[in-house]
C-alpha cells in the first residue's frame, strides 16, 4: 500500500507517519529525501560537521531559516525549496517522483511524508495510493513559495484533525489506516 501525507509545515505530517509506520512496518520516504542528501553533502563540502548539515536540514525553522555564507547568505530551506522546484524543472518536472517510483515499485508499504505538489498527487494516484492531508489549528504559512501553496490544490482521499492529544492523533492515525485498507481492497 502507498500512502502520501500532504499539510501545512507543523501539521503534523511526520508523526501521523511515524504512527502508521510503527504499526504497519511500512518505510517512510520523502519526495524531498534526494534533494536534502545534496543541500546536506554541500553544507558538509563547505567544512560543516554532518551534524550541524543534518541540523540544518531537518532541524527547528529558526534553524532552517538561518542565513550561511556558504549558501550566498541564503537559508538552508531556500536552497531546498529552490533545488526542489527551479532546479528540478530545469532538468524535468518528474526528478523526484521518478527517484520514489523505484521505491514505491519495490516495498510493499510505503509512507510518503511531503506531497506538496499535484504532479506528486498525480504520481500517488497512478500508483494506487491513498492521499492524506494533515491539519493542524494555527499552521497557516505566509510563505509565498509553490512548495508551501499549491498543497492546497490536492484533493486528498481522507483528512486527520491534529487538534487533541497524541494519543488521540494515533487513535486517527489508525483509523485512517484501517479505512485506507479498506479502500484499496486489502481486508
Known amino acids: 500500500m502507498l500512502i502520501a501525507m500532504t499539510g501545512k509545515k507543523r501539521s503534523g505530517k511526520d508523526t501521523v507517519a511515524s504512527m502508521i509506520a510503527e504499526e504497519t512496518g511500512y518505510e517512510r520516504i520523502a519526495f524531498a529525501g534526494t534533494l536534502k542528501g545534496m543541500i546536506k553533502f554541500l553544507l558538509m563540502s563547505s ?3 554532518a551534524e550541524e548539515a543534518e541540523r540544518r536540514v531537518n532541524g527547528s525553522e529558526a534553524e532552517k531559516e538561518e542565513p550561511l555564507v556558504v549558501l550566498q547568505d541564503k537559508s538552508t530551506r531556500h536552497a531546498m525549496q529552490t533545488l526542489g522546484t527551479e532546479w528540478r524543472d530545469t532538468i524535468g518536472k518528474d526528478l523526484w517522483t521518478d527517484i520514489v517510483k523505484a ?3 519495490s516495498t510493499e508499504g510505503v509512507i510518503i511524508t511531503d506531497m506538496r505538489f499535484p504532479h506528486e498527487a498525480t504520481f500517488v494516484d ?4 491513498v492521499k492524506v492531508r494533515v491539519v493542524r489549528p494555527g499552521t497557516t504559512s505566509t510563505d509565498p513559495h509553490p512548495s508551501e501553496v ?6 486528498v482521499d481522507f483528512t486527520i484533525y491534529n487538534h487533541g492529544s497524541m494519543d488521540q492523533l494515533d487513535e486517527a492515525a489508525f483509523r485512517l489506516l484501517q479505512a485506507a485498507t479498506r ?5
Open 47 to 49: 567544512g560543516m560537521s
Open 103 to 105: 521505491k514505491v515499485q
Open 126 to 129: 497512478d500508483h494506487g495510493g
Open 150 to 155: 499549491l498543497m492546497d490544490q490536492i484533493e
Open 183 to 187: 479502500m484499496r481492497g486489502l481486508i
